[in-house]
């Protein structure tokens, strides 16, 4: 048996080891460098290797000093397999072969500090595995960094979401930060931005009255130039189209709603198919399946009108003296619809059929309104509900099946000209970045916050 | 075999590479985050640029510059540095309008604030003074917003120098301009409580929380000290009461109210109780409580206007939908 390879623990070697042990633990230490000389000297095979395995018997316990001392007879290496398996097991025989080739041990022998150094190799090779299990457990948990680093930044260059955005959506109750301002609007009061932010469109109703295109950064691209038919065109309300980015715009002056492609190219009207007499649209939107919502201020009474895509009338929400100036319209993802009643101070949150679920209103709760203009809403379920008086924009979480009235979690904005403040803010869009935009009226500006 | 030279031993040839390994991952993270977080900061920071207020003062300083004689501009000017809060450059800017225009109450009043929020009471006094002589005979004092202004601030500052009979004064010509004004309304009320009229002070403080029931203690503090000074023992816990929920103290509100509920402070107690009901998310037994006031005063203004918004008996009628075949609407 080679003795470099450790010896399979036997029953039949282990035995009288073991019961040597005890008797030869003292002497074992002191003699280990003669046995280990003599076991040369009786011509064993690879004596130096017997030595060896002398020596960690003596670290590891008596049993293999024993085993050593018999070795001239069973053999330096089986003696030391052995005397390892006495010291407890295959593990440690293993490391005592391991040892036993170890060139360094021989070394140690051979300066007559056998004992010693043996003993010392066996410690610094226990603590060798110690630190193989910490290194490899460290270098899991750094791919393990590494792999969800990589996740997080392709889904951030994919999506570029705030890093919030990946929290659970009822733990994003933090209201946003102001980041900049679009200036050079005049009393604009509705805004809406595609769905990659990269075209903001801002209905001013000062100035040369026109919607305004501006691009991520604020900077402006052009406007939309209503038909030229010599009418006094005013927008009063824009929205996207997410399926094809056309842009709507509402001319309550006129009685009419203008389509333009993305780039700002006037493309049609959008009429219903039977004309409404004095039809004052003002609020529009595009329900999840899409149809238009759009608020009426015509008489008999304001209510919202829903149209297929061809402009016929499919429904009508709201009977005589319900809503008093309805002003804008956005949708959750269920579905449900929640309009801003601004003169009856209240939010009125609609089921898709136009059934009312639940209202926010003026009152003493933390949320309550003052005059709701515009509304929005992000696919993490955050409502925002702009009060024109109040100078702040609302955040609610929308409500469930239990209560549909929103949940109030939070509010941004105070009165006046600084970052953040608002003069009379009315529009408010959010883009799939969840950047908010709000018209700051009296200050002329769109602000843009984020998360 | 050379037995002399060291040899590591398997395992120790392991960690080494090992090691290795760790930190090559450790640098690719450290890496890694540092690269994410730059691209993240880039893409989501936008520098904001000048804020409004620098671009107005900016546009004015320009419009000044190119007409130095035009007061209008200087007069823009000095307001928009006062939002920047650039004191003196406002009151540079008042004063040249004053060396043209003596007279001007812009100007007088604009200065006169800077003058009140620095502290100077007395120069700001003055120049109050100055713009009552100015206005307070004009054709259209009665609705003179700036004489109101002038009118409160005398009032104010003549409270706190407890020249009551001065400030009662100004502050009445103030609400008789502005009766909606709450500030003067509260004022005045302070003033009255110091000139020994409790029940005056209860009066005014009364219609300064008409038009702010419930986001300004102020008035209920006030109105506490008038009603022990008038040994109205149940209305000055109410109005304590009503302090306490302004501040969100419900733990204390509640309890204080209950008791009163079957004494002279029982409408104002009910009404209380609605509000803190609504306060905590409890509408139903808001709109009750406020019933019960209509029991005992059928006019409160407040009570009906809580009915009204939690749709008990709403002038509004409850919304319906009609799915109007097309053409109907």
């Known amino acids: 048996m080679n003795p470099i390879e450790p010896a399979a623990p036997t029953p039949e070697t282990a035995a009288p080891a073991l019961a040597a042990a005890d008797h030869a633990a003292l002497a074992a230490q002191a003699e280990a460098a003669a046995e280990a000389e003599a076991a040369a000297e009786a011509g064993l095979p690879q004596a130096s290797g017997a030595a060896a395995g002398a020596g960690a018997a003596a670290a590891g316990g008596a049993a293999v000093a024993e085993a050593a001392g018999a070795g001239a007879a069973a053999g330096a290496g089986d003696a030391a397999g052995a005397g390892a398996a006495a010291a407890g097991g295959a593990a440690v025989a293993e490391a005592a072969g391991a040892v036993v080739a170890g060139a360094a041990l021989a070394g140690a022998v051979a300066a007559g500090s056998g004992a010693d150094g043996a003993a010392g190799v066996l410690a610094l090779e226990a603590e060798e595995r110690r630190k193989r299990r910490r290194l490899t457990l460290v270098l899991a948990l750094l791919l393990i960094l590494i792999t969800l680093l990589t996740l997080v930044s392709a889904w951030y260059l994919i999506f570029r979401r705030p890093l919030t955005d990946l929290l659970p959506p009822t733990s994003q109750n933090a209201p946003p930060t102001y980041l900049f301002s679009i200036y050079d609007a005049s009393k604009p009061v509705s805004v809406a931005v595609s769905g990659a932010g990269d075209r903001v469109y801002v209905a001013q109703t000062a100035g040369d009255r026109l919607v305004a295109i501006f691009d991520g950064s604020g900077h402006e691209l052009g406007d939309l130039q209503p038909p030229a038919d010599n009418l006094p065109h005013t927008p009063a309300n824009v929205a996207v189209d997410p399926r094809d980015g056309d842009v709507y715009v509402s001319d309550r002056a006129t009685g009419a709603i203008y389509v333009y492609s993305s780039n700002g190219s006037y493309l049609r009207m959008f009429e219903p198919k039977v004309p409404i007499p004095g039809w004052q649209p003002l609020g529009v939107a595009l329900s999840p399946t899409g149809s238009w919502w759009i608020t009426d201020l015509s008489a008999p009474y304001h209510r919202i009108e829903v149209f297929a895509q061809d402009g016929t009338l499919t429904a009508t929400i709201g009977a005589a003296g319900m809503f008093d100036f309805p002003n804008m319209i956005a949708f959750d993802a269920t579905g449900n619809a929640y309009v801003t009643d601004s003169n009856n101070g209240r939010l009125v949150i609609l089921d898709p059929a136009g059934q009312v679920l639940a209202t926010v209103g003026r009152g003493a709760a933390p949320g309550n309104l003052g005059l709701p203009r515009g509304v929005a809403t992000d696919p993490t379920g955050r409502l925002y509900v702009v009060d024109a008086t109040g100078q702040l924009v609302h955040l609610y979480r929308a409500g469930t099946s239990a209560d549909w009235r929103p949940v109030f979690i939070n509010e941004f904005g105070s009165e006046g000209i600084g970052n953040g403040q608002f003069s009379f803010p009315n529009g408010i869009a959010v883009d799939s970045r969840y950047r908010v935009y709000v018209t700051d009226r009296e200050n002329d500006r769109v602000q843009v916050w984020g998360y | ?329």
């Open chain 2, 1 to 329: 075999m050379d037995v002399s030279a060291p040899v590591a031993s398997p395992t120790a040839q392991q960690n080494r590479m090992l090691r290795r390994l760790v930190r090559i991952a450790a640098v690719v993270l450290v890496i890694g985050v540092a690269l994410f977080t730059a691209v993240y900061l880039v893409d989501q920071h936008t520098d904001p640029g000048p804020s409004l207020a620098d671009r107005k003062v900016a546009t004015l300083e320009q419009a000044v510059r190119a007409d130095p004689q035009a007061l209008a501009p200087r007069l823009q000017l000095a307001v928009a540095y006062t939002a920047a809060g650039r004191s003196k450059d406002a009151t540079n800017q008042y004063n040249e309008v004053l060396k043209e225009s003596p007279q001007n109450v812009t100007a007088l009043l604009g200065k006169a604030d800077i003058l009140h929020m620095a502290g100077d009471t007395t120069s700001a006094l003055a120049l109050y003074q100055q713009v009552i002589s100015v206005r307070k005979d004009g054709e259209y004092a009665g609705a003179d917003t700036e004489l109101e202004h002038a009118f409160y601030s005398v009032g104010t500052i003549e409270t706190v120098a407890r020249h009551y009979a001065e400030a009662i004064a100004a502050l009445e010509a103030a609400v008789r301009i502005n009766g909606a004004d709450a500030d003067a309304w509260y004022q005045l009320g302070v003033a009255q409580l110091g000139a020994g009229v409790p029940d005056k002070a209860v009066a005014a403080e009364r219609n300064a929380v008409a038009f702010v029931p419930l986001e300004w203690a102020d008035p209920y503090t006030t109105m506490a000290q008038a009603y022990t000074a008038l040994g109205k023992t149940d209305d000055a816990t109410w109005a304590t009461a009503m302090t306490d929920l302004i501040a969100k103290r419900y733990d204390k509100a509640g309890p204080a109210l209950q008791p009163l509920l079957g004494g002279p402070a029982a409408a104002d107690a009910s009404l209380s109780l609605g509000f803190l009901a609504e306060m905590q998310g409890d509408p139903a037994g808001a709109l009750a409580w406020y019933r019960k006031v209509l029991a005992l005063d059928p006019q409160n203004a407040s009570a009906l206007s809580g009915v009204t918004r939690l749709g008990g008996g709403s002038p509004v009628p409850s919304a319906s939908s009609s799915n109007a075949p097309a053409g109907s609407g």
